[in-house]
T-cell receptor, first 111, second 112 residues
Framework: SQKIEQNSEALNIQEGKTATLTCNYT??????LQWYRQDPGRGPVFLLL?????KEKRKERLKVTFDTTLKQSLFHITASQPADSATYLC??????????FGKGTRLSVIA | DAGVIQSPRHEVTEMGQEVTLRCKPI?????LFWYRQTMMRGLELLIY????????DSGMPEDRFSAKMPNASFSTLKIQPSEPRDSAVYFC??????????FGPGTRLLVL
């Protein structure tokens, strides 16, 4: 069966460190992958998109990698801040079908 | 742009009652999605529309759930009769086909 796993339900890190979140998938061949941020009581908000032929994408303190051989995406937040505390969701795009979302990782950045 | 608008933001009802959730997508977007989010199951796609036409409703849990999109600026998700296990946050999202999805603030439903 098709499956997306974000390997931690929760991740705690110290302010200033780099947070690394993982998204693994099986039995998919996604055309692209997206990362979303969700704050409590709000809907997910798009952060970054990376396509299957791209290895890495950056936006300010965010970096996403995509390894189609390992079937894995890594999401990095450098110089993390307490304001980065949120749940982060990965989502796969498979052809013409809608996005398939992982359950998310709840990140807490401790001052 | 006001973004995706959902109403109500919170709904508390008793088991057996009918519940109607409403969504106004972003103007110009031609795809609309209804999701349900729970701690146990995460974000699940219930149904989506392209150009007001339902494309895939395989995620709708059972016949108690129905969704309509009578025009490009309005959609409803109805649960009749509601059950306690329907308690969740329901999100509506919209986009232009195959682009980033924009989510509404969600409706928090509690069925007693």
């Amino acid at each position: 069966s098709q499956k997306i796993e974000q390997n931690s339900e929760a991740l705690n890190i110290q302010e200033g460190k780099t947070a690394t979140l993982t998204c693994n998938y099986t039995n998919y061949s996604p055309a692209y992958l997206q990362w979303y941020r969700q704050d409590p009581g709000r809907g997910p908000v798009f952060l970054l998109l990376i396509r299957e032929n791209e290895k890495e994408k950056r936006k300010e303190r965010l970096k996403v990698t995509f390894d189609t051989t390992l079937k894995q995406s890594l999401f990095h937040i450098t110089a993390s801040q307490p304001a980065d505390s949120a749940t982060y969701l990965c989502a796969l795009a498979l052809g013409n079908t809608p996005l398939v979302f992982g359950k998310g990782t709840r990140l807490s950045v401790i001052a | 742009d006001a973004g995706v608008i959902q109403s109500p933001r919170h709904e508390v009802t008793e088991m057996g009652q009918e519940v109607t959730l409403r969504c106004k997508p972003i103007s110009g977007h031609n795809s609309l999605f209804w999701y349900r989010q729970t701690m146990m199951r995460g974000l699940e796609l219930l149904i989506y529309f392209n150009n007001n036409v339902p494309i895939d409703d395989s995620g709708m849990p059972e016949d108690r759930f129905s969704a309509k999109m009578p025009n490009a600026s309005f959609s409803t998700l109805k649960i009749q009769p509601s059950e306690p296990r329907d308690s969740a946050v329901y999100f509506c999202a919209s986009n232009r086909v195959k682009e980033t999805q924009y989510f509404g603030p969600g409706t928090r439903l509690l069925v007693l």
